[in-house]
């Protein structure tokens, strides 16, 4: 297995519930377009949001589909990814898509929203 792109690093540390560990993927300037949430822009606003996102219970997050870009220190990678947590004593998950942009190792834009269902 090669390198794994900053998107599969993110989604494998959720689960350590740690919101100073997330925020310190992203940029100082990086702006966050959450799925559950409003705009979130430079790493302080992140890192709140984080420490409200990240309590959930038995939080993880498993990427499904990954195509990862990369042109000189710019990386770019889009795909799916499910959320899973308790929620009222229930396994919920959500499933999303994301597009992760980082340039010189650090995430400059992550946009995720919900996935539309095939009908």
């Given at each position: 297995m090669g390198l794994m792109s900053i998107a599969e690093l993110w989604a494998k540390s959720i689960s350590d519930k740690d919101p100073e560990?997330?925020?310190?993927?992203?940029?100082?300037?990086?702006?966050?377009?959450?799925?559950?949430?409003?705009i979130e822009i430079?790493?302080?606003?992140?890192?709140?949001?984080?420490a409200e996102f990240l309590n959930k219970d038995n939080l993880r997050c498993e990427i499904t589909f990954i195509n990862?870009?990369?042109?000189?220190?710019?990386?770019?990678s889009t795909g799916l990814y499910i959320f899973t947590f308790i929620q009222d004593?229930?396994?919920?998950?959500?499933?999303?898509?994301?597009?992760?942009?980082?340039?010189?190792?650090?995430?400059?834009?992550?946009?995720?929203?919900?996935?539309?269902?095939?009908?």
């Amino acid at each position: 297995m090669g390198l794994m792109s900053i998107a599969e690093l993110w989604a494998k540390s959720i689960s350590d519930k740690d919101p100073e560990k997330q925020t310190a993927f992203y940029d100082f300037n990086a702006i966050l377009l959450p799925t559950f949430d409003l705009i979130e822009i430079g790493v302080d606003s992140i890192y709140w949001y984080f420490a409200e996102f990240l309590n959930k219970d038995n939080l993880r997050c498993e990427i499904t589909f990954i195509n990862t870009k990369i042109d000189g220190k710019t990386e770019c990678s889009t795909g799916l990814y499910i959320f899973t947590f308790i929620q009222d004593g229930r396994v919920k998950e959500v499933e999303a898509r994301f597009t992760f942009i980082s340039s010189n190792g650090k995430i400059i834009s992550h946009h995720s929203s919900l996935n539309p269902k095939n009908e």
